[in-house]
């Protein structure tokens, strides 16, 4: 048998032999990277939405009353036009507006076919060349003649970007903690499993074992406890996600106008990040116990 | 095979070995006697590498071991093999895959694995036990699982922690018959042993230690109550062994009152002179030479 396949088959054994204690540090990392997961999942959704909607940052709608002369109408889009900051001024009839909806919208795009009339007001998309400038378009349309209401969505923007960061931070401080606890979790695992097998490897010094023989499957339990724990993680939070987007992402949410990410995309990601953060905690846990308990 | 060249070792105030010289040729057949405490452990901790001397040479198959890196060390180690007063067996393997055990450890192939281990386990006359486990087997078929353990890989020296310490006189008997054996076969034994009826019997060269000093090196007996009688002038207080408390408190006290008055004179009857040059030559010229 090849060395490795040796070393391998010696960590499987090792791991019959403590069932207990693997079967409950794969279980405490499969709940730390479930955690993980969700906060990763809930990150780069929110992050999504805060891309989408930013891109909207220097786009203002103005809606316009109801009825209006076509000169009210047209001297409201020269003043829009000759504000300060203001770079294109584009009119939007209701109908196109409701085209526009209907666009996004879908498949539930028939959802507006049987209304009675179209309740969107004529409006006015004010382009803008900076953040100050749609500050003072803001300020300035209500008192244009003509003028209903002012859509602007740079509070929602920086509330969003505030959510999203907050997420993030929380997720790396999560991930720290979650990290350290896991990689204890491993250390005291695989020192049991020396403990255990301190005769054989007291044995195994005299016979002229080398340290790599002596200490890689303990290298091997760690990383397979991170690999399993990484694996049953990601399974969860598929499961979970896929539900949650099953429940409220595909009609709630579209019609808001906002996607969610698609499990199967996240899912691979997030396998490929679990293993490498798995098989990291495996092999940094196991080498802490090897250092201190293990003398080759 | 093994040369310690004025090697010296203290763990603190502790004395575990002072300026110990002794020259064991390949094929020897060596005990190592001397009380508790004396510097046996030391001695065989010295050529197994698991501690540093703090002073002196210690040389193994041609090679000087004080000299290599740690990652060496398992190299040493193939070539001694180590038979244990406890045995040491895995409770959880067959006689069969204990020895084989040994085998795994060095990477050896499955193939010479099944050709060598029957042939060992016959060796050490336990070949029908190959499939018994350890707690089916009476201690001194235990101790043979040993010996085949620590033969298997084809050592140059087999070192013998008391190997006789948990066996009835009969079959420690038998155990020394089957080291006789393999001594004979050219194989070097250096045994470490309280058993005075044992080393009395077996009539080999007989190392003494006593607060870690070399005290006596040569053919023959145990030692140290004739010793007592014919070498009056030198009394080891260590050599005390088989005698009762009360005895041994006497003889401390009367070895304690001589020492006090005049140098102690150690005789050392081994080979005599430890220069370098000699060390060299064994080093440089000796069949022993390391691969």
């Not at chain 1, 507006?97 to 028939?110: H, I, K, M, P």
Request: glycine share 8%; net charge neutral; hydrophobic share 40%.
């Amino acid at each position: 048998m090849s060395r490795a396949g040796y070393n391998l088959k010696q960590a499987f054994s090792q791991m019959g032999r403590n069932k207990g204690m693997y079967f409950t540090s794969i279980m405490a990392i499969t709940a730390m990277m479930l955690i993980l997961g969700l906060f990763f999942v809930a990150f780069v959704n929110v992050n999504l939405f805060t891309k989408s909607i930013e891109k909207d940052y220097n786009v203002i709608q103005i809606y316009l009353k109801e009825g209006l002369t076509p000169e009210v109408t047209e001297a409201a889009g020269q003043s829009l036009q000759t504000t300060e900051g203001v770079e294109k001024v584009e009119y939007v009839t209701k109908d196109q507006a409701l085209q526009t909806l209907r666009d996004r919208w879908g498949e539930n795009g028939y959802l507006l076919e049987n209304l009675p009339e179209n309740p969107l007001p004529d409006s006015y998309t004010v382009y803008v060349t900076d953040k100050d400038a749609a500050n003072n378009v803001a300020t300035l349309a209500p008192g244009i003649e003509g003028v209903d209401d002012v859509v602007y969505y740079r509070d929602t923007i920086e509330k969003l970007a505030q959510v999203s960061s907050f997420i993030e931070l929380g997720s790396i401080i999560a991930m720290a903690f979650l990290v350290i606890v896991s990689i204890i979790i491993v250390a005291n695992t695989i020192k049991l499993t020396v403990f255990n097998r301190e005769k054989e490897i007291s044995i195994m010094k005299y016979l002229g074992a080398t340290n790599w023989f002596v200490k890689a499957p303990f290298i091997w339990g760690g990383i397979i406890i991170g690999i399993l724990s990484s694996v049953i993680a990601t399974g969860l939070t598929y499961v979970i996600y896929k539900r949650v987007v099953g429940i409220i992402g595909g009609d709630i949410l579209r019609i808001l106008s906002v996607n969610l990410v698609p499990a199967e995309q996240l899912t691979l990601t997030l396998l490929a990040s679990f293993l490498c953060l798995g098989i990291g905690i495996g092999v940094i846990g196991s080498a802490i116990s090897i250092r201190k308990f293990l003398n080759v | 095979m093994i040369v310690f060249n004025n090697v010296t070792k203290r763990y603190g105030s502790n004395v575990g070995l002072i300026n110990a010289s002794v020259h064991i040729n390949s094929g020897d057949f060596v005990f190592l006697v001397g009380p508790s405490g004396a510097g046996k452990t030391t001695f065989i901790r010295l050529i197994l590498k698991e501690i540093e001397p703090d002073s002196g040479r210690i040389i193994l198959a041609g090679k000087d071991i004080t000299k290599i890196k740690k990652r060496e060390v398992p190299k040493i180690r193939q070539k001694i093999g180590m038979v244990f007063q406890d045995f040491r067996l895995l409770e959880k393997k067959t006689v069969y895959e204990n020895v084989a055990f040994a085998m795994e450890v060095l990477h050896k192939s499955k193939r010479e694995i099944r050709e060598r281990v029957p042939y060992v386990l016959d060796l050490v006359g336990i070949a029908d036990k190959a499939k018994k486990y350890p707690d089916e087997l009476s201690a001194g078929e235990q101790q043979r699982v040993g010996i085949a353990r620590a033969l298997v890989n084809k050592p140059r020296v087999l070192i013998c922690d008391e190997p006789t310490g948990n066996l009835d006189p009969v079959t420690a008997m038998d155990i020394m018959e089957l080291l006789e054996q393999i001594n004979v076969r050219g194989t070097t034994v250096l045994m470490v042993t309280h058993a005075k009826d044992i080393v009395d019997k077996m009539n080999k060269r007989v190392v003494a230690i006593d607060h870690g000093q070399i005290v006596r090196d040569e053919e023959g007996s145990y030692g140290f109550v004739q010793q007592k009688e014919e070498e009056e002038d030198l009394y080891i207080p260590g050599f005390t062994t088989f005698l009762d408390p009360s005895e041994l408190r006497a003889a401390q006290e009367q070895y304690n009152r001589r020492n006090e008055s005049r140098s102690r004179t150690v005789v050392n009857h081994g080979p005599a002179a430890y220069d370098d040059s000699l060390v060299d030559t064994y080093l440089n010229g000796g069949e022993d030479v390391y691969e």
